[in-house]
């Protein structure tokens, strides 16, 4: 069960990967600092779901129940 709801997560991982590679893209490519920004911003929000999501998956299968997301 552990391994089913961590594999569940793969994509958001994927996403976030994805997102953070962008990122440096456009770093790498001199593109407007707005579009810096924003897709920075992107990825660490995606980087941040990915760990609440693996901190609520540790938690389940411990048997705790954390507070829900807003």
Do not use: T, W
């Not at 709801?5 to 958001?12: D, I, K, N, R, S």
């Not at 980087?47 to 705790?64: E, N, S």
């Amino acid at each position: 069960m552990f391994i089913g709801m961590v594999e569940a997560g793969e994509p958001l991982i994927q996403q976030a990967i994805d997102a953070m590679r962008e990122y440096h893209q456009a770093q790498d490519r001199g593109a407007p600092e707005e579009e810096v920004e924003r897709l920075r911003l992107l990825a660490e929000s995606l980087f941040q779901l990915v760990a609440d999501y693996q901190l609520r998956v540790i938690a389940k299968a411990r048997g705790k129940d954390l507070p829900p997301l807003h």
